[in-house]
């Protein structure tokens, strides 16, 4: 089942049995925290079904979301490399299976596996560039710009042809926490692209992004390049 994983798929079937025999499986409903912002464990997680949610609270007891998970993506590298407290708390979003490494396992398959340690690289430049991209729109964009930002990275991970999408489904405080502000406010910004002809709401949860490019266009004129 490792062969799901991302940074995996490069390895022999011998050298998947040796990192299978350095795991250990877990299974998980939804709603369970998985490792919890500053706990001390360092071991590394790897998605082999469902979803996670990365998040935290701020101060003032808000949550934000830094991003959601899919089978094949790994979490808790962070911890596994630097030896420091978790940077943040890792959610089931479904029923999730996982298998779990402990940090020196994880550091010798990086030392003896040069094209894992490539892929680890690659993925941790990605994280970067996710990171930058967010930095640069919460202080650049406006309030809707991040909005419409936030909802063309759901289109284009569901389209359905060319230029369609249909997400579902689409929770809205979830964009809010995503943005950083409140669910009426998603809620008038999507009536407005409604009134634009860019989406359709079906139900409480259902979009149909009806021109990905026109929204594409919307946010590439506010966001320029960076």
Known sequence: MLTIINEFKRLSAE???????ACQWYRYEEGNDIVRYHDSTQSVFFITQGEIRIKYHALSGNEVILCDLPAGEMFGELSAIDGRARSATAVTKSAVL??????TSF???????????EAMLK???GQVRRLT????????LTLNNRIHAELLRLAENHMIS?????ISPVIR???ANLVSTTRESVSREFSHLVELKIIECQGRHDVHVLDVAKLAKMVSEVRGSF
């Open 15 to 21: 050298n998947l049995r040796i990192v299978a025999e």
């Open 98 to 103: 996982l298998a779990s490494m402990p940090a």
């Open 107 to 117: 550091q010798n398959l990086l030392y003896k596996h040069p094209q894992v340690a």
């Open 123 to 125: 993925h941790l430049a």
């Open 133 to 140: 991209e967010r930095v640069y729109e919460y202080s650049s």
């Open 162 to 166: 060319p230029n369609e999408a249909f």
């Open 173 to 175: 405080s979830d964009i």
